[in-house]
């Protein structure tokens, strides 16, 4: 099956620090990559949607700017938590959908980051 | 709204059956997912439904009655290892995935 790797898997930072997430499909072409946020006991969030060499679409009340977003290529997708506070922290997770994946579009995910920011 | 509705946790006895139910609003619709997640570990497929009735894949099954916006998820001869948390997630008209929070599956032996 499709493999999607996060790295790294886990990271702590101080406040005001910046921290890059990169999410890579192994075996397979991205042309969407999709950026999640989980808090504990809640669902996925939705933050933002990565199309290949196009602008982020940020979902509402996700900060563009602090949250940079970069799909340079097909297998590359990155997050970058600007200027991070405590309240960044959380467990981020991408997924990436391959240009064919049939029918229903299915989303391969990553492992996910464990942002702790002190 | 889009909305997706589950029960927040259920409980089973290991060797058991038990439904997850999910109910769903969606603007348009592409089908409807499950996901059993881990603690501390991302989303892993389940199934996929977009035709009404009933897929079987080993121990799980999943179900869809597009009139009603109802699905559910079937465990049988549940093991310690199914306890998790399952997500029920309807793709919509944009190919978004539209996520419920999660049941929260307890098993007992």
């Known amino acids: 099956g499709a493999v999607v790797s996060q790295h790294p898997s886990r990271v702590i930072c101080k406040s005001g620090t910046s921290v890059k997430i990169e999410c890579r499909s192994l075996?397979?072409?991205?042309?969407?990559m999709f950026w999640y946020r989980q808090f504990p006991k809640q669902s996925l969030m939705l933050m933002a949607t990565?199309?290949?060499?196009?602008?982020?679409?940020?979902e509402q009340g996700v900060e563009k700017d602090k949250f940079l977003i970069n799909h340079a290529s097909l297998t590359l997708s990155t997050l970058t938590v600007t200027s991070a506070h405590p309240e960044d922290s959380s467990f981020y997770i991408c997924s990436a959908r391959t240009i064919t994946s049939g029918d229903y579009n299915e989303q391969f995910f990553g492992p996910g980051t464990r942002l702790t920011v002190l | 709204g889009q909305n997706i509705d589950q029960p927040t946790e259920m409980t089973a006895t290991e060797g058991a059956i038990v439904q997850i139910n999910c109910t769903y609003q969606?603007?348009?619709?592409?089908?409807l997912f499950w996901y059993q997640q881990h603690a501390g570990e991302a989303p892993t497929f389940l199934s996929y439904?977009?035709l009404d009735g009933l897929e079987e894949k080993g121990r799980f099954s999943s179900f869809l009655s597009r009139s009603k916006g109802y699905s559910y998820l079937l465990l049988k001869e549940l093991q310690m290892k199914d306890s998790a948390s399952y997500l029920c997630?309807?793709?919509?008209?944009?190919?978004?995935?539209?996520w419920g929070a999660g049941t929260k599956l307890i098993i007992k032996p």
């Open positions: 439904n977009v």
């Open positions: 997630a309807g793709l919509d008209s944009n190919y978004q995935l539209i």
């Open positions: 990565s199309n290949e060499g196009s602008k982020a679409t940020y």
């Open positions: 075996d397979f072409q991205a042309t969407t």
């Open positions: 969606t603007s348009g619709f592409n089908g």
